[in-house]
Antibody, heavy 114, light 109 residues
Framework: EVQLVESGGGLVQPGESLRLSCAAS????????MSWVRQAPGKGLEWVAN????????YYVDSVKGRFSISRDNAKNSLFLQMTSLRADDTAVYYC???????WGQGTLVTVSS | QAVVTQEPSLTVSPGGTVTLTCGSS?????????PYWFQQKPGQAPRTLIY???NKLSWTPARFSGSLLGGKAALTLSGAQPEDEAEYYC?????????FGGGTKLTVL
C-alpha cells in the first residue's frame, strides 16, 4: 500500500525557515517524480515544486523560486521541502504527492505568523 | 506561468450527467499535458480520480470518466450521487512544472 506521511509543519514567524519531510513507503520511491502541493485556508490547491527521480531536475512555482528548495533522499525514501524567508501567504497545508497516478499524503500545516 | 481555468461552480441533479472542463491559457489541452482530476471534500485531503487524461485508479467510481473535449480536458460524471458533491480540481503539466485549475464546486441538488 502506497503511503506518504508528511512532517515538520508548525508555527513560525515571518522571515524564518522550516523544513518539511515526507516519508514514502509501499512503492519504489526512486522510480517516481515527486511533488509538493499546498492549500491555503479556504483556498484552492497550488502546486509548489517537483523533483525528478534522481534529483537532477526540479521545478518551482514562481512565488517560491529562490526561497524554497525541494530535495530527496532515495536511500531513505524521503522527500524534503526546505522553506526560507517564509511569509504570511505561505501559510497552508502542505501535501506530498507522488506525481504518477497522484498518491497524496494527509498534509502538514505550516502557519507563518508573528 | 500558464493559467488553468475551470468552471467555478456547477450543479447537477441526482442521477444526472455533468461535464467539468479544464482549459489552458497557452492553447488547446492535449494528452501531453497529462491531465489529472482530483476530488476534495471538506476537511479531507484530495484524492485522485483520473490521471493522464482518462486513466482511473482502483477507487475511482465507474461513473467518472476523463477525456479531451473541444480543446480542453474534461471530467464527466454520469449518474451523479449525493456523495459526489465536492470540489474538483484539474492539474496540467507544462514541460515539468505543473499548474492547478482554480477548482469547480459541484453541487448535487
Amino acid at each position: 500500500e502506497v503511503q506518504l506521511v508528511e512532517s515538520g509543519g508548525g508555527l513560525v514567524q515571518p522571515g524564518e525557515s522550516l523544513r518539511l519531510s515526507c516519508a514514502a513507503s509501499g512503492f519504489t520511491f526512486s522510480n517516481y517524480w515527486m511533488s509538493w502541493v499546498r492549500q491555503a485556508p479556504g483556498k484552492g490547491l497550488e502546486w509548489v515544486a517537483n523533483i525528478k527521480q534522481d534529483g537532477s531536475e526540479t521545478y518551482y512555482v514562481d512565488s517560491v523560486k529562490g526561497r524554497f528548495s525541494i530535495s530527496r533522499d532515495n536511500a531513505k525514501n524521503s522527500l524534503f521541502l526546505q522553506m526560507t524567508s517564509l511569509r504570511a501567504d505561505d501559510t497552508a497545508v502542505y501535501y506530498c504527492l507522488r506525481d504518477y497516478q497522484g498518491y497524496w499524503g494527509q498534509g502538514t500545516l505550516v502557519t507563518v505568523s508573528s | 506561468q500558464a493559467v488553468v481555468t475551470q468552471e467555478p461552480s456547477l450543479t447537477v441533479s441526482p442521477g444526472g450527467t455533468v461535464t467539468l472542463t479544464c482549459g489552458s491559457s497557452t492553447g488547446a489541452v492535449t494528452s501531453g499535458h497529462w491531465p489529472y482530476w482530483f476530488q476534495q471534500k471538506p476537511g479531507q485531503a484530495p484524492r485522485t480520480l483520473i490521471y493522464d487524461t482518462s486513466n482511473k485508479l482502483s477507487w475511482t467510481p465507474a461513473r467518472f470518466s476523463g477525456s479531451l473535449l473541444g480543446g480542453k480536458a474534461a471530467l464527466t460524471l454520469s449518474g451523479a450521487q449525493p456523495e459526489d458533491e465536492a470540489e474538483y480540481y484539474c492539474l496540467l503539466n507544462y514541460s515539468g512544472a505543473r499548474v492547478f485549475g482554480g477548482g469547480t464546486k459541484l453541487t448535487v441538488l
